[in-house]
């Protein structure tokens, strides 16, 4: 089975050239993010991520994590590699320095996380998690939580986890049941809280769970939620670990994929309530929630990108090995592998085409979010903030289905062997598969871009995004190369359908079902606008020849931007029409009649 090796080249590429880095470096913060340091941890990271974390991919999937009655055990040699993970101080990579974090760029941390997801996306569900609640405590809880908490979560020593789901309540959060009872200088929480991510594991000494819950007597809905710090251990006096709170995991959910990744079953309050401490101020949990669903969704989206980036590597290696049949048109006498296959060509440059437009986009996100916190100018921050804003749902909704159809692609590459389990292909997909429901399905992501990021402020921001693509492919057509002109051409043909769709949203902004209606077409039609832009801005450098870009990276870079352009952004035409001409139809249906 093929290893994973970290894509360096490429991501040197998106984060020096296209984020840019130079620009972020500059921001107060994020001095130390020169070229050198970041070269630095990346081949660190990549170190890490092909030799200790992939080869436990396999086994970890094989053997998955076990509920023991007492507790969790993790899949065999997850505590040497997590231990390993926390000593090289990797958990902290873009926290806080005042908790004991190295405080880097966002978008250097993006490139870091894409390696641990692609390495291994169970194992990388833990710190993920715990970067989440880290984020949540650190804008929303006291001095004296963050001092308490955040130095041993930042260090890795301690992991959090997010509880919202019950077993009623999934994505409608206003039905959540889990109750708070106020006693004394903390809340008694009671209740139920279902597909918890390393709810219950032993890596770590102590789990910080962040638990939305209603405080007795608290409005009805979203709006009377209340987000709550639950220890698994309680601290003392000292801030050590003291007494076992009254939370424990009830069982682990038997799940398609990520088998080594403890999903739990997490009971809250069997006897006199589990103590927890409110974070900020009740009835506000679900705001507070939020900075780490954010964070969640940006996070989940890339491993949409690592995910299909294993799956392409797997499928690659594969493709150079495997000998079956004579290719079309092929003269030599010897056969060769079936890398030669027209239609295999074809697909894997889906795959690497595809991988490369989400890697750029979710770094060009993170990017914006590292200058949105950062920028001295008021205005300028606030503009790279909206920028952050409207591509994170396309981030996490199209990266995530688009990572799970070219994993599904690496499996058809290997023909009748990528159905066999041996082979590994089937994992990548079935991993894959949970990447579009985790944080919100691409409904509820595709709900947020219509609403909250499009109509919400008229179409400004959507306009704003589609003014800079069309000028940078008004820019790249001017380059006297046929590929450029091509992707120019290309690229400002889906901006023409997009501004048709965003016209006929504005124009039926009243009619929220028609809008839901065409709203996961809508994320999708972004997705490959906004990816295939990255694309174009790439191959625009590389066709300079100031630039430096080394000459085989560069045409292989143009090749891809040229195959995409032509290959899968016409399907921004059919998206557009399925929006304006077909979303009525859905409204249509009696839903007796399914």
Same mark, same amino acid.
């Given at each position: 089975?093929?290893?994973?090796?970290?894509?360096?080249?490429?991501?040197?590429?998106?984060?020096?050239?296209?984020?840019?880095?130079?620009?972020?470096?500059?921001?107060?913060?994020?001095? *130390?993010?020169?070229? *050198?340091?970041?070269?630095?941890?990346?081949?660190?990271?990549?170190?890490?991520?092909?030799?200790?974390?992939?080869?436990?991919?396999?086994?970890?999937?094989?053997?998955?994590?076990?509920?023991?009655?007492?507790?969790?055990?993790?899949?065999?040699?997850?505590?040497?590699?997590?231990?390993?993970?926390?000593?090289?101080?990797?958990?902290?990579?873009?926290?806080?320095?005042?908790?004991?974090?190295?405080?880097?760029?966002?978008?250097?941390?993006?490139?870091?996380?894409?390696?641990?997801?692609?390495?291994?996306?169970?194992?990388?569900?833990?710190?993920?998690?715990?970067?989440?609640?880290?984020?949540?405590?650190?804008?929303?809880?006291?001095?004296?939580?963050?001092?308490?908490?955040?130095?041993?979560?930042?260090?890795?020593?301690?992991?959090?986890?997010?509880?919202?789901?019950?077993?009623?309540?999934?994505?409608?959060?206003?039905?959540?049941?889990?109750?708070?009872?106020?006693?004394?200088?903390?809340?008694?929480?009671?209740?139920?809280?279902?597909?918890?991510?390393?709810?219950?594991?032993?890596?770590?000494?102590?789990?910080?769970?962040?638990?939305?819950?209603?405080?007795?007597?608290?409005?009805?809905?979203?709006?009377?939620?209340?987000?709550?710090?639950?220890?698994?251990?309680? $601290?003392?006096?000292?801030?050590?670990?003291?007494?076992?709170?009254?939370?424990?995991?009830?069982?682990?959910?038997?799940?398609?994929?990520?088998?080594?990744?403890?999903?739990?079953?997490?009971?809250?309050?069997?006897?006199?309530?589990?103590?927890?401490?409110?974070?900020?101020?009740?009835?506000?949990?679900?705001?507070?929630?939020?900075?780490?669903?954010?964070?969640?969704?940006?996070?989940?989206?890339?491993?949409?990108?690592?995910?299909?980036?294993?799956?392409?590597?797997?499928?690659?290696?594969?493709?150079?090995?495997?000998?079956?049949?004579?290719?079309?048109?092929?003269?030599?006498?010897?056969?060769?592998?079936?890398?030669?296959?027209?239609?295999?060509?074809?697909?894997?440059?889906?795959?690497?085409?595809?991988?490369?437009?989400?890697?750029?986009?979710?770094?060009?996100?993170?990017?914006?979010?590292?200058?949105?916190?950062?920028?001295?100018?008021?205005?300028?921050?606030?503009?790279?903030?909206?920028?952050?804003?409207?591509?994170?749902?396309?981030?996490?909704?199209?990266?995530?289905?688009?990572?799970? %159809?070219?994993?599904?692609?690496?499996?058809?590459?290997?023909?009748?062997?990528?159905?066999?389990?041996?082979?590994?292909?089937?994992?990548?997909?079935?991993?894959?598969?949970?990447?579009?429901?985790?944080?919100?399905?691409?409904?509820?992501?595709?709900?947020?871009?219509?609403?909250?990021?499009?109509?919400?402020?008229?179409?400004?921001?959507?306009? %704003? $995004?589609?003014?800079?693509?069309?000028?940078?492919?008004?820019?790249?057509?001017?380059?006297?190369?046929?590929?450029?002109?091509?992707?120019?051409?290309?690229?400002?043909?889906?901006?023409?359908?997009?501004?048709?769709?965003?016209?006929? $949203?504005?124009?039926?902004?009243?009619?929220?079902?028609?809008?839901?209606?065409?709203?996961?077409?809508?994320?999708?039609?972004?997705?490959?606008?906004?990816?295939?832009?990255?694309?174009?801005?790439?191959?625009?450098?590389?066709?300079?020849?100031?630039?430096?870009?080394?000459?085989?990276?560069?045409?292989?870079?143009?090749?891809?931007?040229?195959?995409?352009?032509?290959?899968?952004?016409?399907?921004?035409?059919?998206?557009?029409?399925?929006?304006?001409?077909?979303?009525?139809?859905?409204?249509?249906?009696?839903?007796?009649?399914?």
């Amino acid at each position: 089975m093929a290893d994973y090796v970290a894509p360096l080249a490429d991501m040197r590429f998106v984060i020096e050239r296209l984020t840019p880095l130079a620009d972020i470096a500059r921001l107060e913060g994020f001095e *130390d993010a020169t070229p *050198d340091l970041v070269e630095s941890v990346l081949e660190g990271a990549a170190q890490l991520a092909s030799e200790v974390l992939s080869p436990l991919n396999w086994t970890g999937d094989q053997v998955g994590a076990t509920h023991t009655g007492e507790g969790v055990r993790t899949a065999p040699g997850w505590q040497a590699a997590y231990r390993q993970f926390v000593d090289g101080g990797w958990n902290g990579l873009g926290c806080a320095p005042a908790f004991g974090g190295q405080g880097l760029p966002k978008v250097v941390a993006t490139a870091v996380n894409e390696m641990w997801n692609s390495a291994n996306l169970s194992f990388a569900l833990a710190p993920m998690l715990t970067q989440g609640a880290i984020e949540a405590i650190e804008h929303h809880g006291t001095d004296a939580q963050r001092a308490a908490y955040l130095p041993r979560m930042v260090s890795g020593d301690w992991t959090g986890t997010m509880n919202l789901t019950e077993p009623q309540a999934g994505s409608d959060l206003s039905a959540v049941r889990t109750r708070a009872e106020r006693h004394a200088d903390h809340y008694r929480i009671f209740g139920q809280k279902i597909y918890i991510t390393y709810g219950e594991h032993d890596l770590t000494d102590n789990i910080i769970h962040l638990v939305l819950a209603r405080v007795t007597g608290a409005p009805a809905g979203t709006r009377g939620l209340s987000l709550f710090i639950v220890p698994k251990f309680l $601290l003392d006096a000292e801030g050590q670990i003291g007494a076992r709170n009254e939370v424990r995991c009830a069982s682990l959910e038997h799940k398609l994929g990520i088998h080594a990744s403890p999903t739990a079953v997490m009971l809250y309050g069997e006897g006199s309530g589990a103590t927890g401490y409110l974070v900020g101020e009740e009835n506000r949990g679900l705001e507070y929630m939020f900075t780490m669903m954010n964070n969640a969704r940006h996070a989940v989206g890339l491993e949409g990108v690592a995910i299909a980036e294993r799956a392409y590597q797997r499928a690659l290696s594969f493709a150079r090995e495997r000998v079956q049949g004579r290719p079309s048109g092929y003269a030599e006498r010897e056969l060769p592998s079936i890398i030669e296959h027209p239609d295999v060509k074809r697909m894997l440059l889906t795959m690497k085409s595809g991988v490369e437009a989400m890697r750029a986009l979710a770094y060009v996100c993170g990017a914006a979010f590292d200058r949105g916190a950062r920028e001295s100018d008021t205005a300028t921050a606030a503009w790279f903030r909206r920028r952050g804003d409207l591509l994170t749902p396309i981030v996490k909704g199209w990266c995530t289905e688009f990572g799970q %159809e070219l994993a599904s692609v690496g499996v058809q590459v290997h023909g009748g062997m990528g159905f066999i389990e041996e082979t590994g292909a089937a994992q990548y997909l079935r991993d894959a598969r949970i990447t579009t429901i985790y944080e919100g399905t691409t409904g509820v992501q595709a709900g947020d871009l219509v609403g909250r990021k499009t109509l919400r402020d008229g179409g400004a921001g959507a306009r %704003e $995004l589609l003014g800079e693509i069309q000028a940078d492919a008004n820019l790249l057509a001017l380059l006297v190369d046929p590929r450029a002109t091509e992707i120019a051409a290309a690229l400002r043909a889906s901006t023409v359908a997009l501004e048709r769709v965003l016209a006929w $949203l504005l124009e039926h902004a009243a009619d929220t079902g028609l809008a839901a209606a065409g709203s996961v077409h809508y994320l999708k039609l972004w997705g490959l606008v906004a990816g295939a832009w990255q694309l174009a801005r790439a191959a625009g450098i590389c066709l300079d020849p100031a630039a430096g870009v080394e000459a085989e990276f560069a045409a292989a870079k143009i090749g891809t931007a040229h195959f995409f352009a032509v290959q899968i952004l016409p399907e921004a035409e059919s998206l557009a029409r399925k929006i304006i001409g077909g979303s009525a139809s859905v409204l249509a249906f009696n839903s007796r009649a399914l």
